[in-house]
């Protein structure tokens, strides 16, 4: 019997919107079937963060080595810091029948489904609206403050490429946003064998017109979800 082939669930959002929190619930919840996919990055590490866990945290040498070698799917530069996803370890995942969840900006989305567009599921969290995410990136107090001002400033563009993801969810309240990446997860991997409720969620997810509130956010960056 021939191994049903994994997906990419590409998930992405401004820093602090939550795609790392809604990542780390859908591993947590479906671990037999789901694997994150550890990023290579050039940022130092986080007191909270373990090495190969969170990133694999190298130096900017190596880095660099690896881009020669060919050894990235794909790799960006966000706010300063080098991120990057091995080829090797992305095909070994999908070809074995996983699932792999990324956490990466949009540029990272683009060019991974590009490269695996039959594969991909493309997610993008989106915050209630921006004082929120202000609020969110402070209280997370990982960053100091001129990097939370530039978290912020790059938060409007890169809403902006919102279009490139088919799903977009808002992230007002954890668990409800939660409730809808499983059923889009869900509605992938059982496709219309998936519980109709589950599809029903899906399709109210998709008739609120979710790309119109992240068009206001770049348009004004105020309106709240309605």
Request: net charge negative; hydrophobic share 40%.
């Amino acid at each position: 019997m021939s191994i049903q082939r994994g997906s990419l669930v590409i998930i992405s959002s401004p820093s602090g919107a939550g795609k790392t929190t809604l990542s780390h619930k859908l591993l947590g919840e479906f671990v037999d079937a789901v694997k994150f996919s550890v990023s290579y990055t050039t940022r130092p590490i986080r007191h909270s963060e373990v090495d190969g866990v969170d990133y694999n945290f190298v130096t900017e040498q190596r880095f660099e080595e690896m881009v020669d070698a060919g050894e990235f799917a794909e790799w960006a530069i966000v706010h300063g810091n080098r991120y990057g996803t091995s080829r090797a370890v992305v095909e070994g995942a999908l070809t074995e029948g996983h699932d792999v969840v990324f956490d990466v900006d949009w540029q990272g989305g683009q060019e991974l489904s590009k490269q695996w567009p039959s594969d991909a599921l493309m997610i993008f969290v989106l915050p209630p609206d921006l004082q929120i995410l202000e609020e969110r990136l402070r209280r997370r107090a990982t960053d100091a403050e001129d990097v939370i001002d530039r978290r912020l400033k790059m938060a409007i563009e890169e809403i902006g490429h919102h279009d490139i993801y088919p799903h977009k969810i808002v992230n007002d309240d954890l668990e409800e946003a939660y409730s809808v990446l499983r059923a889009v997860y869900l509605c992938r991997r059982w496709g219309d064998q998936a519980p109709k409720e589950v599809q029903a969620l899906v399709a109210e997810n998709h008739a609120a017109n979710v790309g119109a509130h992240a068009d206001r956010l770049t348009s004004d960056g105020s309106d709240p979800y309605a």
